[in-house]
T-cell receptor, first 114, second 115 residues
């Protein structure tokens, strides 16, 4: 079974500051890992994903995440926050077996102040 | 636009009434998922279809909930005798392509409020 823990339900940064959202996973088989973003009153949008290969993956809007197997982590970063990044972010895990459901963390709300 | 459509977007009902939600997934794809999202929580898996077969159900799916996918196209999620605890956003999702790469594309959800 898979699970995800997102450390910090709320992160606040200033515009232009580094964004770091933490995600740790548990999986008995090699995981596929994802970050989704949800803006207020909107649906979930895929930010980036890791399946195999390069452990540093880049996504939309300048975000990236690094898969670290030894630390069972998949933290999301962005060098410089924009006001428009304010949203809720969800980390999710699944496996390479077709049909396995995506399991989500509880989410981290990112606030960006000017 | 993810290509996943859900209807209605909002539903307000009184406790004890039945409600039904519809999902039209990305066309030509055989897998469809339902999730529930409550305020301040991540989406929680409810059930999964491959074509018309319901292959997996979460323990969250009590006997008041039923999901169908006739003919393997659109799907419906019905909640009977609604309770206030059923108030949530109900999300439908499907993979963007037949090859399994794990990700799901989500519809914008159907928000249920039970008074």
């Amino acid at each position: 079974a898979q699970s995800v823990t997102q450390l910090g339900s709320h992160v606040s940064v200033s515009e232009g500051a580094l964004v770091l959202l933490r995600c740790n996973y548990s999986s008995s088989v090699p995981p596929y890992l994802f970050w989704y973003v949800q803006y207020p009153n909107q649906g979930l949008q895929l930010l980036l994903k890791y399946t195999t290969g390069a452990t540093l993956v880049k996504g939309i809007n300048g975000f990236e995440a690094e898969f670290k197997k030894s630390e069972t982590s998949f933290h999301l970063t962005k060098p410089s926050a924009h006001m428009s990044d304010a949203a809720e972010y969800f980390c999710a895990v699944t496996t390479n077996q077709a049909g396995t459901a995506l399991i989500f963390g509880k989410g981290t709300t990112l606030s960006v102040s000017s | 636009d993810t290509g996943v459509s859900q209807d209605p977007r909002h539903k307000i009902t009184k406790r004890g009434q039945n409600v039904t939600f519809r999902c039209d997934p990305i066309s030509e794809h055989n897998r469809l998922y339902w999730y529930r999202q409550t305020l301040g929580q991540g989406p929680e898996f409810l059930t999964y279809f491959q074509n018309e077969a319901q292959l997996e159900k979460s323990r969250l799916l009590s006997d008041r909930f039923s999901a169908e996918r006739p003919k393997g196209s659109f799907s419906t999620l019905e909640i009977q005798r609604t309770e206030q605890g059923d108030s949530a956003m109900y999300l439908c999702a499907s993979p963007p392509r037949p090859l399994n790469t794990g990700e799901l594309f989500f519809g914008e959800g159907s928000r249920l409020t039970v008074l």
